[in-house]
């Protein structure tokens, strides 16, 4: 039975963190993508992370609804954008907590445009700085993705952050 | 290391359809997940079923984020329906504006009580008023195993609109 989720790369990141890293040469022979990260930026405030695609800086889509504090939702549009934002824990956030997200993207190779769905979380030990977000988007564009760079929006992705590329395949 | 997730029938509509059905589900794996990436031909509601069951079987609660910014965060609930809806009518529109991307995932589907499900569902196409993401989670509360799930719209996929069934397995 062949494998259908095949792990494409895999990067921790060290000592001194990283403002960004770029997953390139994503290989053209699967379905779907699916990222994993679990992060945090080395500066404070509401400071997370974000990717982009093959280095283009325009024609995202993202919409969501998050969760935050004690009982506070709300719901953010964003078309016409220059990234996705990846929800990453801040400094001044519970020591040790990292945030979590999860990326299921559509049809990569696809020339059309490429849908993706999402969860994420800041997790906290205090209800005042804890945020959870479900989300979507689509990459408008004819090109297939061939590389996800990954950046802190302020300082560096700090060290012991993870990310875990995987690729899925319908055969 | 063992292959968790495996394919059990994939497609890609070559024409025009308003339904797809996966029928004679293996009955061998411990859950099921579904992936569909899907243009309409216009404004439509998707909703699935499984077995054909149209009986009140389906009960479920959603998270939305639909709309303009100045649209609030939503929850609804759905039961009695003879289905489990996963877009309105008026949320997803033609395959011109995107496509959408859905996952749902049936835990223990060959039980004989009920079978939790989970779904994320996402939307956004060029204009903010039709973005959509939501995030649910329900039960099919039919005694009987699934053995076939319906996709179904009352408005018509596209072609090369693509319908998934993966397999899980626990190891």
């Known amino acids: 039975m062949p494998t259908t989720y095949t792990l494409i790369a895999s990067t921790d990141i060290g000592a001194g963190g990283v403002s960004t890293f770029t997953f390139s040469s994503i290989p053209q022979t699967y379905k779907d993508l699916q990222l994993f990260s679990s992060a945090r930026v080395t500066v404070s405030g509401r400071t997370d992370g974000q990717f982009i695609f093959n280095s283009v800086t325009s024609g995202y889509s993202y919409t969501f609804a998050e969760g935050y504090s004690t009982n506070t939702v709300y719901v953010s549009n964003s078309n016409a954008t220059s990234q996705v934002d990846v929800l990453m824990n801040q400094s001044d956030n519970t020591a040790n907590y990292f945030g979590t997200s999860q990326y299921y993207i559509s049809n990569y190779t696809s020339t059309n445009q490429k849908p993706h769905i999402s969860r994420q979380c800041d997790p906290s030990n205090s209800s005042s700085t804890f945020y959870i977000q479900t989300g979507a988007g689509q990459m408008a564009g004819t090109q297939a993705v061939t590389s996800l760079t990954i950046s802190a929006k302020g300082g560096n992705i700090a060290q012991y952050s993870k990310f875990h590329l995987y690729g899925i395949s319908y055969t | ?171």
Do not use: H
């Open chain 2, 1 to 171: 290391m063992p292959t968790t997730y495996e394919i059990l029938a994939t497609t890609t509509l070559s024409s025009t359809a308003n339904t797809y059905t996966f029928s004679s589900i293996s009955q061998s794996y411990t859950d099921i997940r579904l992936v569909a990436n899907m243009g309409l031909t216009g404004q439509g509601t998707i909703f699935f079923r499984c077995n054909s069951d149209t009986g009140n079987n389906y009960y479920w609660e959603a998270l939305m984020a639909v709309g303009s910014s100045s649209t609030p965060t939503s929850a609804i609930q759905g039961s009695g329906e003879g289905r489990c809806i996963v877009t309105a009518g008026n949320q997803q529109t033609s395959s011109t504006n995107g496509y959408s991307l859905l996952t749902v995932d049936f835990m223990s589907y060959t039980f004989s009580l009920n079978k939790p499900f989970f779904y994320e569902y996402g939307f956004v196409p060029a204009t903010a008023l039709y973005n959509t993401k939501r995030t649910a989670c329900g039960n099919y509360t039919s005694g009987t195993a699934i053995s076939s799930v319906s996709i179904i719209t009352d408005s018509n996929f596209v072609a090369g609109t693509t319908f998934t069934l993966f397999g899980i397995l626990k190891a």
